[in-house]
């Protein structure tokens, strides 16, 4: 069984910076690929980020050029650094892992974006 632990969320001003992290119970590298995903009240939750076993990352329109995905295989560890932070990046932040047909979630961490 798999199991992903993230932290690093919190309160920030609108323009700061954060850098979430996930802790997977195995190593990284053996899984097809790695995600972020958020959810903000009352909406559904949405894709905001991947990382691949090749390398590969890909990211939403609404995050392009703000977050960067990355992974330290040493530590099993992936992370999202958010920069240039807005208000509508204001949710809970959850980390993903995919091993083929399987699918592994962690409980999430809340990042709010307030002046």
């Known amino acids: 069984q798999v199991q992903l632990v993230e932290s690093g969320g919190g309160w920030v001003q609108p323009g700061g910076s954060l850098r979430l992290s996930c802790v997977a119970s195995?190593?990284?590298?053996?899984?097809?690929?790695m995600d972020w995903y958020r959810q903000a009240p009352g909406n559904q939750r949405e894709w905001v980020a991947e990382?691949?076993?090749?390398?590969?990352?890909n990211y939403a329109d609404s995050v392009k050029g703000r977050f960067t995905i990355s992974r330290d295989n040493a530590k099993n560890t992936v992370y999202l650094q958010m920069n240039s932070l807005k208000s509508e990046d204001t949710a809970v932040y959850y980390c993903?892992?995919?091993?083929?047909?399987?699918?592994?979630w962690g409980q999430g961490t809340q990042v709010t974006v307030s002046s």
């Open positions: 993903r892992a995919i091993r083929g047909i399987y699918h592994y």
């Open positions: 195995g190593s990284t590298s053996r899984f097809n690929a």
């Open positions: 990382l691949t076993s090749d390398g590969s990352a």
